[in-house]
């Protein structure tokens, strides 16, 4: 739900905006979120980091290997490259300093919001996040 609406506020906006992305994989939530995130990753190497995140997003419920083999070849990135990758775990140290960045920083779920370094413990809904960052740039 939050990713819609992290979305509508990029675009709204723009370029005033820096919005930074790290994977926090909930893996007793999801139990392929770690996998999934590796891919993503890999997916990036091809500049198809967003598509993939978005794709990942939008499938929460299906996050399985039959799955992420589909978006993989939806998205064009080259399946022997991410079967590659996922076999050297090339991304895994990536993804796991992403969480435990994360927990470090006093994430302790998904979504958590930092402004200018501060966690956001507010509601991410739109006018309240909205109203979070101009107060930032204040």
């Not at 926090?24 to 939530?29: D, I, N, T, W, Y």
């Not at 891919?39 to 992420?68: C, N, P, R, S, V």
């Amino acid at each position: 739900m939050a990713n819609s609406i992290v979305d509508e506020i990029r675009r709204e906006l723009g370029d005033e905006l820096r919005f930074v992305f790290r994977n926090f994989p909930l893996s007793e939530v999801h139990p392929h979120a770690e996998h999934a995130a590796q891919i993503a990753e890999t997916a990036g190497t091809h500049h198809k980091f967003w598509e993939m995140h978005d794709m990942l997003y939008a499938h929460q419920d299906a996050l399985d290997d039959q799955h992420l083999a589909e978006y993989v070849t939806l998205l064009g990135v080259p399946t022997s490259e991410v079967k590659r990758a996922l076999a050297q775990h090339a991304y895994l140290d990536r993804v796991r300093e992403d969480f435990m960045s994360g927990v470090l920083s006093g994430a302790s779920g998904t979504p958590t919001f930092f402004i200018n370094d501060l966690r956001h413990d507010g509601s991410y809904e739109r006018d309240e996040l909205l109203a979070a960052i101009a107060d930032a740039v204040r």
